[in-house]
């Protein structure tokens, strides 16, 4: 299979939480297992299934601070895995890209 990305991608375990479309009341839990500078993998802790191409606000917490970091994505690509769901999301603007490599310094010290 011949390799698409455009960017290296990251192993990390961030506590998450998303929120479809735009943020109301509480996110739904998840775990960002890794990132690159357009995306991030996400393993899901939920019963609903999520539709690819749907519109989601992640808010990845941040190691050792209080700040947490906010991206807008599209859901590229969503599949069940043994105990929980797991799928990919492509951020949308130059803005969340410039985030997620924030995020890349700050969690692997680069």
Do not use: H
């Amino acid at each position: 299979m011949e390799e698409r990305r455009k960017s290296k991608r990251f192993t990390v375990s961030l506590k998450a939480q998303y929120f479809l479309k735009e943020r109301k009341g509480s996110g739904k839990e998840c775990t960002v297992i890794n990132i690159n500078r357009s995306g991030a993998g996400l393993e899901f802790y939920t019963s609903e299934k999520i539709n690819v191409s749907s519109s989601l606000l992640l808010e990845i917490f941040v190691p050792d601070s209080r700040e947490s970091i906010n991206v807008k994505g599209i859901l590229r690509w969503f599949k069940k895995g043994e105990r929980d769901f797991i799928g990919g999301i492509e951020v949308i603007s130059k803005s969340d890209e410039e985030k997620l490599e924030s995020l890349i310094r700050l969690t692997l010290g680069l």
